[in-house]
């Protein structure tokens, strides 16, 4: 059980174009879902927390206008980067808590973003 | 604020050499503490993770890690490497109100 998925699993774009990322918990609800960024051969750096229904609390320097995060559903998170550039080229990835009292969190596989 | 610090940067070993990589955490409360692997160009794995009780924790593929609350430390150890545990490894640390915070890594190479 506790599975998380992303789609797509890498993606090239050009430069200027959006760029959606789903994240999926496949059979547990929800309720909270971070979204990370690493750099290659670097750690995970937090980029937002994003709570069903409400809005996203994003980490200081992370651009809100930039990485639009929408939390629609229990089992279901996006991040879109808008106006891609080739330095938002780095690997995205989410992590689901089931809820409340809960302590580990569930990591999907990853996106690997190219602007070119 | 939390923060984690991993104690080496690259870590070369010959296989069947013994293992231990240094986590250290600052935050005074109770927390929850894990170790993950990302294997070249994989996703993160939970390798091992303590909440409570025991503070020696085994995980997976011979690992195991000891949390020492006075040091505020979560060592990760493996007695014999094998050429396949050649990765990153990531400490955490995670708190009920906190957000998750992840150590910079430590890259493992184990020489054949």
């Known amino acids: 059980g506790a599975v998380v998925s992303q789609h797509p699993s890498w993606v090239i774009c050009k430069s200027g174009t959006s760029v959606k990322i789903e994240c999926r918990s496949l059979d547990f609800q929800a309720t909270t879902m971070f979204w990370y960024r690493q750099f290659p051969k670097q750690s995970l750096m937090l980029m937002a927390t994003s709570n069903e229904g409400s809005k996203a609390t994003y980490e200081q320097g992370v651009e809100k206008d930039k990485f639009l995060i929408n939390h629609a559903s229990l089992t279901l998170s996006t991040l879109t980067v808008t106006s891609a550039h080739p330095e938002d080229s780095s690997f995205y990835i989410c992590?689901?808590?089931?809820?409340?009292?809960?302590?580990?969190?569930?990591f999907g596989p990853g996106t690997r973003l190219t602007v070119l | 604020a939390q923060s984690v610090s991993q104690h080496n940067h690259h870590v070369i070993l010959s296989e069947a050499a013994s293992l231990e990589l240094g986590c250290n955490y600052s935050?005074?409360?109770?927390?929850?503490l894990f170790w993950y692997v990302q294997y070249p160009g994989q996703h993160l794995q939970l390798l091992l993770k303590y909440f409570s009780g025991d503070p020696l924790v085994k995980g997976i593929k011979g690992f195991e890690a000891e949390f020492i609350k006075s040091k505020f430390s979560f060592n990760l150890r493996k007695p014999s490497v094998q050429w396949s545990d050649t990765a990153e490894y990531f400490c955490a640390v995670g708190s009920y109100g906190q957000n998750f915070v992840f150590g910079p890594g430590t890259r493992l190479s184990v020489l054949p």
């Open positions: 992590s689901a808590l089931p809820g409340t009292g809960w302590h580990e969190q569930f």
């Open positions: 935050y005074g409360g109770t927390v929850n």
